[in-house]
Structures are given as C-alpha cells and as structure tokens.
C-alpha cells in the first residue's frame, strides 16, 4: 500500500521538521539519505514491508528506525512520527518550506527569532522590517524572500495549473489508499485528468464504498498531505504538498457512475447532456438520471432511469458511451457511433529510444529486454546526431560503430527485432545533420528539431517541410519542440505540414513525455483529417520514460487517433514494410 514515493515524502517531512524543531544534524541526514534511498530503490518497499521486512535493512542507507517505520506506514498508512512532530509544530511552518530558497534552517530562524509561524506573518515581518534586526538575515536573504512571497501570493491569485504527468503519480498513491480502504468498491480519477488535458488545475477522485468514514480517513491521512481543505461526509478536499488540491467525491455503488459522469466534465459536454435529458423528459444530475415527465407534481420524487454505471446513463440518452478524452468541447459529432481509439494495449513498437551512447542511462541490450517486457515486436535504438553536442550526439565514426553494436545486440537478445536508427537533427535551414549516405545506412530515421525554436512560422515551415520530404526520414520527432508551460516552441503551418506528411507518408509523433505532448491533441486531430500517419513515443532516455506512453495515448485519443493510423500499433511486418518502403526509391552511394 505504501509506495516508494510515499516512503520518500514521509523520511523527507520528517527531516525537514526535526531540522525545524532542531534535532542533531545526524538524525536529520540520516533520515534525508534514507528519503532519497526510497526514492530510487527499484524494489517495492511496501511489498518488502509486507512480506521480507527483514530485507529492507539490507538496503544501504535504510537502518533500523527508518525501516520500521517503513513497516509501520505500509501496515497502518500513517508514520507516528511524523504525526508527533506535525502536532509540535505551529501548522503554517510546513507551508514555509514550499516557498522557493526557504529551506528548514531558514525556517527555524524565522520561528525561533521573529516568532513567524505562517506566510501571512512572514510577510508582515519583511513589511515592518523586523526581520532586519535577526542575526544571519543579510539584505539579500530578506530580498529574495520577499520575491518568494510575492511569487506564492501572484501564483495563488491566477490559476496554478500543472502538467498531466506531474499531477497523476501524485494522486495515485491517494487512489490506492482509497482501493485498500475498508468498504472500496470502485475508484476513479474524474476531472480533466480523466479526460487527459496536457494539464490540470485540481486532480478530482470518486470513490464508491459502503463505508465513507474509512474512506475519508484514508483520503485525509498520508504522508503527502500538506493540508485539509475540508472534510464533509461527501465532498473532501486536500492539498498536497507540491501545491496541487485534490477533491473527492465519497458515494454509494449505485450512483457511482452519475457521479463519475457529472465530475468528469467537460462542464460544455455536461451541458450537451442534460439538454439531450431535458429533451427527453428527463433530468440529469451528479445522482442520476431521473424520468421527469411534463406535469409531474411538484415535490414529488422523480422515477430514477440510470446511475450506476456511465454506460447506462448514455444508453438511456440514445447515445454511445463517449470515451472521457473526447468529452471535452460541445459538439454533437458522436450521436451515432464513437470511434474505436487507439488504447495503451495496441502499442507493439517503441520508435524513438536513446541509450548511454547518446543521453540516455541504458544500454542497447536494457533498452531492448524494456521493450520485450512490454510485449513489443520492435524497438528503435535512435541515439542524437553531431549537432546535439550537449546530449553526447554521435560523430558518424561513433554512429557506424553503434550500427554494428546494435546488430549483434539483436542477435544476443533474440526474440525482438532492434533498428538501427537516429534522432537526426533538423538544423535551422532544414538540412539534417548527417548526409544522406550515413542516413541510408540506418533502419529508421527520427527528425527532430532541437535548436532554433523561436525562428519564425515561415521558417519553421520551411524547415520541417524539408525533414518531412526528406527520402529517408520515417518520423517527425517532437514537431514543435514545444515544452508545456515552458516554451512555446516553434508555430509553423499544420496545414502545409500535414499535407506534406501524409504525401510522402512521414509519420508525425506524438512524444508521450508529459513536458512535451507533441504533437498536440488539436494537432492530432489535424493531422488525422489530413490522411496522416502517427507515431507514438516515449523518447525514452531511462526505464521510467516507458511509463510517459499513457499520457501519449490520452493525446492521441484527445485527438480521435484509430490503431489503423498509428505505425506503433502495426504488426511487425506493416511497420517494416513501410520502413523498408521509404528506403527502395534511394539510391545509395553504394549502388553508384
Ligand atoms: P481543471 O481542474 O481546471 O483542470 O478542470 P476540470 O474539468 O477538472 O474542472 P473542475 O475540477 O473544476 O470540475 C470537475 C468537473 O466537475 C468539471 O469538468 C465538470 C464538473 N463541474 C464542476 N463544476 C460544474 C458546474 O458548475 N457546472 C457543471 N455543469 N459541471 C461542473
Ligand atoms: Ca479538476
Ligand atoms: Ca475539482
Ligand atoms: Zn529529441
């Protein structure tokens, strides 16, 4: 039940409190090291916890009291500790440590010589000046505490969004409590993190149980809670300690899905919804929908039609039942019939993979028995070109003999066919990074724009266009470069661009990483309007990156994405056919 993240969090709170009550540096250290143990232990701890306690003193780093402690929060869900030291502290101070470059050191300073227990009295400190007078508080410290504040009360005042793949494991381990929590029946995330937006305001969870007081308890009492926002019978909601609330819905098994509906939005396709119900004569709401005929007495209860499950409430609606991705805008287009999208099991191939020659931290055999474990055909070993000095890029020396180490991995790994490909830069004016020779000499080619990323529309088009038309690229890597709530990357014609790919069958891809998603859903769907082939992937730089391929899958369904149109869902001898297809009309230097 407990995760190695959720041990992580715990050690760390603890850290930072007894750094705050004072405790002697070795504790503290200890506890800090045996938080980022946690961390990046590969074994699951709650599972030793359960069944080998023993073994996780072997761990190093994890001694006696941090191990028990492991134990204790997979067997009761809660740390004593950290709960005694919470209840020694005013409640305001954790909230400090959030603020940028305000660690617990600092934060002690200010309790113990300002008496600030909260930003509010922070902020009043820095306005009057007392803080002036502390020892250790030079005029820069003060400054850039005054920026964090600042920066805290502007974020708290607009909308704070985070991005799909941050919000998600942060809420997963609060939805696992809630599944082991006596009474579960069923438990779902809601909110536009069901429907998969690249971002999120506040992840939304629904739990149906026939015991609510244990649910709520186990909603409300983790390591990673910073604080209750409220906590009624039904509706509870916390935040967490990286900033992000979490609300939850607390119902019964038979309007589960009701509620699943109504909280899962978008508000626009509620709205669809209950007019399609008010034309029928009936009502929706988050309990149910109810028949509610013309000249029904007033007061009266109305006759329920359907609540359990999603899928009812659709049916009963003369509709198919919409997957969450496409609930997102009022549109009509789904009445008769919903798409089948593509899903996580179509996937057979990973096309875009890096290992220790270039950036990533695997080699070509770990990389391979990743994508044999995933139960693919085919895995794309495309490591970066020259130009990406600062990812390790490959000299063409470097490339060829990274070729031949892929071939005998193929052979020593068996049972998975492993490409020899890049990740080939798109320079600024469109050519690619290496000649047309190296290239030919690959099985598959990525392209993919890395610099240059505020160049005009124009030249953007310009330059993906050639990648694009180029004869022997198979995929357009990332295509705007853009990193969500970072940068915006490069805006070129999605027309030009999508016409062109589905010409010369370049597949465009959508990178499954949770900072890029790009394409973009809206672009996705441009593309597929076009004719054109999708590729998704991880860019897979270590083992954690395979798991990014569901929030790619959301994008792509966001987008209306169908398994016919994705290269990745193709049987081995489609996807190598097309490969082999883009390399027969080339004439190689060999042949002349
Ligand atoms: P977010 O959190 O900003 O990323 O977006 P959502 O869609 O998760 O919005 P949220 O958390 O405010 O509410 C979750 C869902 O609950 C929303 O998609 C639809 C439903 N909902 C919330 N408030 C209303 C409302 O006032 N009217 C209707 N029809 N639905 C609502
Ligand atoms: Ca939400
Ligand atoms: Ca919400
Ligand atoms: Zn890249």
């Given amino acids: 039940m407990a995760t190695n993240q959720e041990c992580a969090l715990a050690f760390a709170a603890i850290a930072d409190l007894l750094e705050i009550t004072g405790a002697n540096a070795f504790k503290v250290n200890a506890y800090r090291k045996a938080a980022r143990v946690c961390e990046d232990e590969s074994s699951d701890l709650g599972k030793l916890a359960r069944e080998t306690p023993k073994q996780l003193r072997e761990i190093e780093g994890i001694g006696e009291s941090t191990a028990a402690k492991i134990v204790e929060l997979e067997t009761t869900g809660r740390v004593a500790e950290l709960e005694s030291l919470r209840a020694q502290i005013p409640a305001g101070l954790p909230l400090l440590l959030t603020l940028a470059g305000l660690g617990p050191k600092t934060v002690k300073l200010l309790w113990d010589e300002a008496k600030v227990t909260s930003l509010a009295e922070l902020k009043s400190a820095i306005d009057s000046g007392a803080l002036a007078s502390i020892p250790r508080m030079g005029g820069k410290t003060i400054a850039n505490l005054r920026e964090a504040v600042v920066a805290r009360e502007s974020a708290a005042a607009g909308p704070t969004r985070y991005r799909l793949g941050e919000a998600i494991p942060l809420a997963q381990s609060i939805l696992k409590r809630l599944a082991d929590?006596?009474?579960?029946?069923?438990?779902?995330?809601?909110?536009?993190?069901?429907?998969?937006?690249?971002?999120?305001?506040?992840?939304?969870?629904?739990?149906?149980?026939?015991?609510p007081t244990a649910a709520r308890a186990a909603f409300l009492n983790g390591p990673n809670i910073a604080k209750v926002l409220a906590q009624g019978d039904t509706k509870c909601a916390v935040q967490l300690a990286s900033g992000i609330q979490v609300d939850l819905r607390i119902v019964t098994e038979a309007v589960f899905g009701a509620t699943l509906l109504y909280f899962t939005g978008s508000k626009d396709h509620n709205i669809f919804l209950r007019e399609r119900a008010i034309e029928r004569e009936m009502r929706l709401?988050?309990?149910?929908?109810?028949?509610?005929?013309?000249g029904w007495p007033e007061g009266k209860e109305l006759p329920l039609v359907a609540a359990t499950t999603e899928e009812s409430i659709y049916a009963a609606l003369d509709l198919p039942c919409w997957p969450p991705e496409l609930r997102e805008t009022y549109t009509s287009d789904f009445t008769q019939a919903v798409p089948r999208l593509i899903s996580l099991a179509d996937i057979r191939a990973e096309l875009h993979a890096h290992t220790t020659a270039s950036d990533g931290v695997m080699s070509i055999r770990e990389l391979a028995e990743l994508a044999k474990s995933r139960g693919f055909h085919t895995i794309a070993v495309t490591d970066h070109s020259k130009a990406s000095a600062q990812a390790n890029g490959l000299s063409v020396e470097r490339l060829l003999r990274h070729i031949e180490a892929i071939r005998e991995a193929e052979v020593q790994v068996g049972g998975i066919r492993i490409l020899a490909g890049s990740e080939v830069?798109?320079?600024?004016?469109?050519?690619?990074?290496?000649?047309?020779?190296?290239?030919?000499?690959l099985d598959i080619v990525v392209a993919s724009p890395h610099t240059a990323l505020k160049q005009s529309p124009?030249?953007?088009?310009?330059?993906?266009?050639?990648?694009?038309?180029?004869?022997?690229?198979h995929i357009l890597g990332h295509p705007t470069g853009r990193i969500i709530l970072g940068r915006e990357g490069l805006a070129p014609d999605m027309q030009a661009i999508c016409t062109a790919a589905a010409q010369c069958q370049t597949a465009l891809e959508i990178n499954c990483h949770w900072s890029r998603l790009d394409l973009r859903d809206s672009h996705v769907r441009a593309a597929l309007s076009f004719g054109c082939l999708i590729a998704i992937d991880c860019d897979i730089h270590s083992a954690e990156d395979a798991d990014n391929l569901q929030y790619g899958i959301t994008t792509a369904r966001r987008g209306g994405l169908i398994p016919d149109h994705c290269v990745n869902a193709w049987t081995a001898d489609a996807l190598h056919a097309w490969l082999g297809r883009k390399r027969s009309g080339v004439r190689l230097p060999r042949d002349t």
């Fill in 285 to 294: 709401n988050e309990y149910g929908l109810f028949r509610n005929p013309r």
């Fill in 181 to 211: 929590a006596n009474g579960s029946i069923r438990v779902a995330f809601a909110g536009s993190a069901r429907r998969g937006r690249e971002t999120v305001g506040d992840l939304d969870l629904i739990v149906a149980t026939t015991d």
């Fill in 425 to 441: 830069d798109i320079l600024a004016d469109g050519r690619l990074d290496y000649d047309d020779a190296t290239l030919a000499a």
């Fill in 458 to 473: 124009e030249a953007a088009t310009t330059r993906l266009l050639a990648a694009i038309r180029h004869p022997l690229v």
